[in-house]
């Protein structure tokens, strides 16, 4: 079937209607273009190709990355930006899956993101595993926010970002980790 219609669509292609260019004109996107039988390559990202066009899953690139002090998850849409710029502090239970999801979701619409690792690999088993390694963390504040410090550097100096200062979203480790977060922010403008 997905032949047939890419057949239809050449010949009415080399025949020069107006409804080609109608049908050509309603592919916007990877998913519509893997739908009208488009060519798929599966480099990375995803792409499909039809009519000359070039088209890319909207999955945004991700993985670990080495920053300096720790290694984070970073996430990236697809195509050159410039893009703003988010580093992302976990919660109590880590750098855990759901915050990678976070990562990716903040990549899709359109930032590049840096999720920190602020317990140094370690993954608590439970919340009480977890109470003890936020309270570690809220010992040595200056090394947690040197480790953030550092994330918002090494995010500026990809090649996709705006020269905007990065953006802190996440964790809550109390009023104090709060204060100093804006006097970082503000630091980093």
């Known amino acids: 079937m997905k032949k047939s219609l890419l057949l239809v669509a050449l010949l009415l292609?080399?025949?020069g209607t107006s409804e080609t260019s109608d049908a050509y004109k309603e592919i916007e996107s990877y998913?519509?273009?893997r739908m009208a039988g488009g060519e798929v390559f599966f480099?990375?990202?995803h792409e499909c190709r039809i009519f000359g066009d070039v088209y890319f899953e909207?999955?945004?690139k991700a993985k670990f990355v080495d920053y300096g002090p720790a290694t984070g998850y970073?996430?990236?849409p697809v195509g050159g930006g410039p893009y703003p710029t988010v580093v992302l502090i976990h919660g109590q239970m880590g750098l855990q899956k759901d915050v990678w999801a976070q990562a990716r979701g903040l990549a899709k619409e359109g930032n590049v993101v840096l999720a920190v690792d602020l317990y140094n690999e370690q993954k608590p088993k439970d919340t009480e595993a977890a109470v003890v390694l936020e309270a570690t963390v809220a010992q040595d504040l200056d090394t947690a926010f040197a480790n953030i410090e550092e994330a918002a550097k090494w995010l500026s100096l990809q090649y996709n970002v705006t020269e905007e200062p990065a953006r802190f979203l996440g964790g809550s480790f109390g009023e104090e980790w709060e204060q100093r977060l804006t006097v970082l922010e503000e630091g980093l403008k």
């Open 58 to 60: 909207n999955v945004p």
């Open 43 to 45: 480099n990375e990202p």
């Open 13 to 15: 292609t080399a025949c």
């Open 31 to 33: 998913e519509e273009c």
């Open 74 to 76: 970073y996430a990236s």
